[in-house]
């Protein structure tokens, strides 16, 4: 391949990556308001773009010369693949997932779920239980998705019972004296008390990081020098906490 077919190839691939601003996930910390109106938004467009065979889903089986398979979306997308079922919940009242005051009641009913292993899912239940099966529902999508993509078998284990003592210890920090009260300073300074909402949303992007570094970049990080991914994306990739991270222009 000559010079010039070099930067074609590239321009091409800029091009077939880049997402339409209302697609991009939000960069930089999200008030739970703020982040229920963007999930509500994005998850029903990514959806209809699968279903127009737009987009590849699940976005873990992309090749980064498909649409959207660079490592922004894939990491981006699997994870509101995962989020669609705390969306699909019918009659919908996520102050279950993002009030400080219905906080404890969230979490005993999810302490209380049985684990199951399904990802196509009937709500049969009170709203709080059903939370409860698509929370592990998505859990279960993203550990599906793990395998599809060779994340190494170490990442993958416990994932359901890592999650369950996640939520244990913000059933005890919600338990303490003035845990409500402690909520809007928390928000206000953009720090994240342990609302149901942000515990299942951090989690589900920790794991879908797994996942793209898997399908995009290899088992390893340590081998994508031999692969077709700038060095300094790597790097920011590899210190990112969000996909909007690896959005956000640097300068200097």
């Known amino acids: 391949m000559g010079t010039a077919d070099l930067f074609d190839w590239l321009h091409q691939r800029r091009q077939r990556s880049e997402t ?35 987009v590849i889903r699940p976005a873990c089986k992309r090749s980064r010369s498909d649409t959207d398979g660079d490592l ?16 699909a919940v019918p009659g919908p009242q996520f102050e279950l997932l993002s009030g400080p005051a219905r906080q404890l009641e969230m979490i005993d009913a999810y ?72 909520c809007a300073p928390m928000l206000a300074n953009q720090t994240q008390p342990p609302l149901m ?3 299942i949303w951090s989690e589900y992007t920790r794991l879908a990081k797994q996942i793209a570094a898997a399908a995009i970049l290899g088992a390893s990080i340590g081998r994508s020098a031999h692969l077709a991914v700038p060095a300094d994306l790597v790097s920011r990739f590899e210190t990112a906490k969000d996909p909007g991270d690896l959005l956000v222009t640097r300068t200097g």
């Open 20 to 54: 339409p601003a209302a697609n991009r996930p939000p960069a930089g910390f999200l008030r739970p308001e703020i982040l229920l109106q963007d999930l509500a938004k994005r998850v029903p467009r990514y959806l209809a773009d699968v279903d127009q065979g737009r």
């Open 72 to 87: 922004t979306a894939v990491w981006d997308h699997t994870r509101l693949e995962a989020m669609q079922y705390v969306m």
């Open 197 to 199: 909402l942000y515990l």
């Open 111 to 182: 302490l209380l779920q049985r684990p199951h292993e399904n990802t196509v899912i009937d709500f049969t239940g009170t709203t709080s239980a059903n939370f409860a099966i698509a929370i592990v529902a998505g859990l279960n999508w993203l550990t599906h998705c793990a395998q599809l993509s060779a994340v190494p078998a170490a990442q993958q284990t416990g994932t359901i019972r890592n999650f369950r003592k996640l939520v244990t210890l913000a059933e005890r920090w919600w338990q303490t004296e003035g845990a409500i009260e402690r």
